[in-house]
């Protein structure tokens, strides 16, 4: 399924972003969604999820900063506060397993997706 992600941008120290993301199209059903962040150097990690059922797992470096919400189960959001130099990296959106209505109108079913990647800078 196709993921659209936005709310990236610049932002100071101290600052707040939040990022949305949805899925596109007809969704029958979306397992887990979530955030994954890179920064140059470092891996890839899992910043927040939160699954269908609304189980939330934060990475221990955002706990009390940063705040997952899911929306008509298709769309979810990262609220971003006391944002700090070291949350700067590119953001991507997950989706687990989706079923879906492709082009075609034909229900399929995805093993994960993921979004285009928005950039968040935080600046000292």
């Known amino acids: 399924v196709q993921l659209q992600a936005s709310g990236g941008g610049l932002v100071h120290a101290g600052g707040s972003l939040r990022l949305s993301c949805a899925a596109q199209?007809?969704?029958?059903?979306?397992?887990?969604m979530g955030w994954y962040r890179q920064s140059p150097g470092r891996e890839c990690e899992l910043v927040a999820e939160i699954t269908y059922g609304g189980e939330i797992t934060y990475a221990d470096s955002v706990k009390g900063r940063f705040f997952i919400s899911r929306d008509n189960f298709k769309t979810v959001y990262l609220q971003m506060n006391s944002l700090k130099p070291e949350d700067t990296a590119v953001y991507y959106c997950h989706a687990d397993k989706t079923t879906y209505n492709d082009p075609y109108g034909n229900m399929v079913a995805d093993s994960g997706s993921w979004g285009q990647g928005t950039l968040v800078t935080v600046s000292s």
């Open positions: 199209g007809i969704i029958f059903n979306i397992g887990a």
